[in-house]
Each structure stands twice: as C-alpha cells, then as structure tokens.
C-alpha cells in the first residue's frame, strides 16, 4: 500500500513540474491530473500481472522482444526502398506501425504458445514426467499441504485454471458444506504458496471439448507427460486406465503407517461394538481399526489384544485379532480417566 502512495505521488509530482516546466502554471495542473492517471494505469497493470503465472509472463515478455526485433530488422529493410524515402513523412509512421504491431503479436504469441514450450535450458521446469498436477480433492483434504511443509515433496506444483475455478465455485457455494470445503482448499493453496521450497504455478491450459474436471486433469496430464497427486479413488483408476502416472496420498498414508504382523500384542480401549456378534472395535493412534473378537461386553475398556490377521483394502487396513487380557473393567477406567 505504501509502495503505491509514492507511486502515485511520484508520478503526479513529476507530471506537475514537466508541464509547468514547459507550459507554466495553469497547464502544469494537467500534467498533475496525467500522471496520476498514468499512476493508476500501472497500479491495475500490477494488479493484472500479480493472477497470471511466471511462466506466462516470461513468455509475453520473450516473444514481445522477438517482435520488436522483427519490426526492427522490417523497418531496417523498408528504409531502402526509394518510393517510400521519398516521402520522408511516411517513414515514422510506418515504423511506430511495425513497433506496435510486431510487439503486440508477439506479446499475445508469447504468452499463449509458452505452455507447449518445456523451457529445459531455463530450468524453469522439468519435463519427462516431472509435471505433478494437483486434483481438488487433495487441495481440499490438506495433507499435501504437510507433506510439503516436511520437504518430501518440493519444487513447482501445477494447478490449472480450470480446477482453481471450480475451487472458487465451490467456495461460493450456497451450501454450508461446500462452501467450507471450497475456501478450505483456497486456505490450503495459499499457505502452500507462501512455503520456501514450494512454486505453485497456474496453467491456463484447458480443453473445451472436454466435459468434466477429472477428465480434463486426465487430459492435461496425458499432453504434459506428468502426473496427478489425488486421494480420488475413481479419478484414480481412470488416469490408471488411460495410462497416466498418479500419487495418491491415501496409499502414502497407507505406506507409513507402522507394520504389525500377526501374533503381536497390542493394548487398546474396545470403543464400540463390531458388526458381529462379540466383536468389539478400537483403534489405533493413526486411526486403524481393530477388530477384537469375544470383546463386545468389554466396550469401554482397556484390553491386550493378539493380532491375528491383516486385511489391506482401497479404503486402508483393517486388523483382526483376538481378546486376551482385559485391565481393569469399565468402572475402574472410567474413574481412573477422571483421575
């Protein structure tokens, strides 16, 4: 904010004193009226350029300096050409025509053409696979945010414009639920973007033929050979379907969880009844359930259990075991926990 003030009280006084410097007093109010003009043009040029992704920003800026090159060796070649030198007030005009043009056509070029150039010698980004896609779901759920945060996952992370779009529908959403969610994910995003070893790079790639976000990050990541970080179990098996690599933050979660094998021992509290008769469920500290058989009148209590079995499914890891040693019924570790 302070950074604008004097922006703008630079340019307002210096449009002051060049007009009174050449004009006097009363068109030197002009010059101050032009330059705060000029001051608020570029505050919404910044403004404009701060949603728009570095990439595309380099890419504007090389291809307007290939056009003014272009222009440039144009106008050279024009300069010779006797008809036109002979009306010498042509020439300026004919030049400011090939500037302006060439510069705004390589300006526009630049800046659309950039996403099917890999820029390798700029290392502005790896190719080869080395694209990860962000799906909604994973921004929305937030453990990618801690994942990064730890450093196990670093570098440029892509978002497409589409999918931030459909982010910022969902947060407007009427629904209550919704609505969280969508601005959870804005939440996410953001203070990803303020980490130190994160890039978090907007693409405006989309394809308009395609119905569908999920289909269109499947399509997107087929066209950068890259791959998509999802906890989405059936945007999943699509991309799988179609050949395209995923990271699924569920089967990482999954990866380290602590391995228990069958005939360890393991105390517990028995919170609620299992499904079937006797069974009784509790869990561990990651959120695994145990299922402990002959344990459904203990419900309450603290129990040692054995691990009998093992059952690894889509949705996470289940572990049977049996009861072997309750301590203490539910009396004595009710009133031992208010203790």
């Known amino acids: 904010m302070i950074g604008r003030f004097l922006l703008g009280l630079a340019c307002?006084?210096?449009?002051?004193?060049?007009?009174?410097?050449?004009?006097?007093?009363?068109r030197s109010l002009i010059g101050l009226f032009l330059g705060v003009l000029i001051a608020l043009f570029v505050i919404k040029i910044e403004q404009a350029i701060r949603k728009v992704s570095l990439r595309i920003i380099f890419g504007g800026v090389v291809g307007m300096m290939i056009g003014l090159f272009i222009a440039f060796l144009l106008a050279y070649g024009l300069s010779f050409v006797s008809?036109?030198?002979?009306?010498?007030?042509?020439?300026?005009?004919?030049y400011t025509l090939l500037t302006v043009v060439m510069g705004y056509l390589g300006l526009v070029l630049g800046s659309k053409k950039v996403e099917e150039i890999d820029l390798l010698s700029f290392g502005a980004v790896k190719v080869g696979g080395d694209y990860r896609i962000?799906?909604?779901s994973v921004i929305i759920d937030g453990r990618i945010a801690d994942i990064c945060d730890t450093?196990?996952?670093d570098g440029n992370l892509i978002v497409p414009r589409f999918m931030l779009d459909e982010l910022q529908y969902v947060a407007d959403s009427s629904d209550t639920l919704k609505r969280?969610?969508?601005?959870?994910?804005?939440?996410?995003?953001?203070?990803?973007q303020k980490m130190s070893g994160i890039n978090i790079e907007i693409v405006d790639q989309d394809f308009p033929k395609t119905k569908g976000v999920d289909a269109k990050l499947v399509a997107l990541a087929k066209k950068m050979n890259g791959k998509i970080i999802t906890n989405d179990f059936n945007l999943n098996k699509v991309a799988e379907l179609q050949g395209v690599k995923i990271l699924n933050v569920n089967d990482l979660a999954n990866a380290l969880r602590p391995v228990v094998l069958p005939g360890e021992q393991m105390t517990l509290k028995i919170i609620r009844e299992g499904k079937e008769p006797g069974q009784g469920v509790g869990y561990l500290d990651d959120g695994t359930m145990i299922i402990v058989d002959h344990a459904q009148k203990y419900v309450g209590s603290n129990a040692i259990v054995t691990v009998t079995s093992v059952l690894q499914?889509?949705?996470?890891?289940?572990?049977?075991?049996?009861?072997?040693e309750v301590v203490g019924?539910?009396?004595?570790?009710d009133t031992s926990t208010k203790q």
């Not at 499914?313 to 072997?324: H, N, Q, V």
């Open 12 to 26: 307002s006084a210096s449009g002051y004193f060049i007009a009174y410097n050449y004009y006097g007093f009363p």
């Open 134 to 136: 962000l799906d909604t």
């Open 313 to 324: 499914t889509t949705a996470g890891r289940m572990i049977f075991s049996e009861l072997k």
């Open 83 to 94: 008809n036109i030198m002979e009306k010498q007030h042509v020439v300026p005009w004919i």
């Open 180 to 192: 969280s969610r969508g601005r959870r994910g804005l939440d996410i995003l953001n203070r990803m």
């Open 329 to 333: 019924d539910k009396k004595q570790n």
């Open 151 to 153: 450093g196990f996952i």
